[in-house]
């Protein structure tokens, strides 16, 4: 009987600790949303910067401090093109992503004058391994994302395209980017940033619960240097899942809350 008790305790112990392994990355709410940032280190998360070899986080570039998701260029004489961008672990499909992001600070020296106040969430991208070491933006659809001041104005949640391609009302869309119908963000104020994806279908920017632009049917652009491998590695040119990043572009930037929920294909 001891020996059963025995046995039976140390297997729902087991099963415990399994458990909570396997949340340790990510942890999941009870409507749905799953915390792909733990607002306490980079579990999870894989930083690749242009220069250097994927998991290099040069310049503590991306670091967590006081709950916040901080990209920072103080260990940089000049940003000199060297792009970052941070991945999940995991790739998806149909989902619906949320973060709140803020601008904060000056621009990076040397950072070219489109970057002032730019950043952005990289969704149905490549993984960081498949990058070449050199490589500025990984082959995505960018959720742009853009602040104005009393120096710029521009519309924010815009849909940029390195090494894809989209369509619009039947269109495809060879454009680099695409505006959207918001207006313009002012100021360090914190920004609610969702995007719904469903696969290779429709995809919505949703900037503070309104949507801004919608597009649907992301694919390979063949006309960009990385589409002879990727196109092999995707199986075709209709992108239909992918990594999620977020953008290192040279003007400091904060994110305090990266969530997501599956949605049913």
């Known amino acids: ?24 990355n990510q942890s ?8 792909l940032f733990n607002g306490k280190d980079l579990s999870g998360w894989t930083v690749k910067i242009c220069g250097y070899d994927s998991g290099d986080n040069f310049g503590n570039t991306f670091r967590v401090e006081d ?10 004489d000049s940003l000199r093109n060297r792009f970052g961008h941070i991945f999940y ?18 621009q990076c020296p040397g950072a070219p004058e489109w970057a002032y106040r730019n950043s952005g969430i990289m969704i149905h991208g490549q993984t960081p391994q498949s990058m070449d070491k050199n490589q500025e933006f990984p082959t995505s659809i960018e959720v742009q994302l853009l602040g104005s001041d009393s120096l710029v104005e521009r519309t924010n949640m815009n ?13 495809l869309i060879l ?17 609610t940033a969702e995007v719904e994806v469903h696969g290779n279908d429709i995809i919505k920017h949703i900037m503070n619960g309104d949507t801004v632009i919608t597009y649907q049917q992301p694919q390979l652009d063949e006309r960009d240097a990385t589409f002879p491998k990727l196109v092999k590695l995707n199986g075709g040119i209709m992108l239909s899942k992918g990594t999620i990043s977020l953008q290192s572009e040279g003007h400091p930037c904060e994110f305090r ?9």
Not at 159 to 171: A, E, H, K, R, S
Request: with cysteine.
């Open 1 to 24: 009987m001891k020996h059963t008790f025995l046995f039976i305790s140390l297997f729902f112990l087991a099963v415990i600790l399994f458990s909570c392994s396997q949340n340790k």
């Open 28 to 35: 999941k709410t009870d409507d749905g949303w799953i915390q």
């Open 67 to 76: 709950g916040i998701l901080k990209v920072r260029y103080d260990a940089y």
């Open 89 to 106: 672990k995991d790739e998806f499909s149909h989902y619906r992503l949320r973060v709140e992001y803020r601008f904060t600070g000056d």
């Open 159 to 171: 849909v940029c395209t390195p090494g894809t391609n989209i369509v619009i009302n039947n269109q």
């Open 175 to 191: 454009d680099h980017c695409t505006s959207s119908s918001s207006k313009p963000v002012y100021g360090d104020q914190w920004v």
């Open 257 to 265: 809350k990266v969530e997501l929920k599956i949605l049913d294909e």
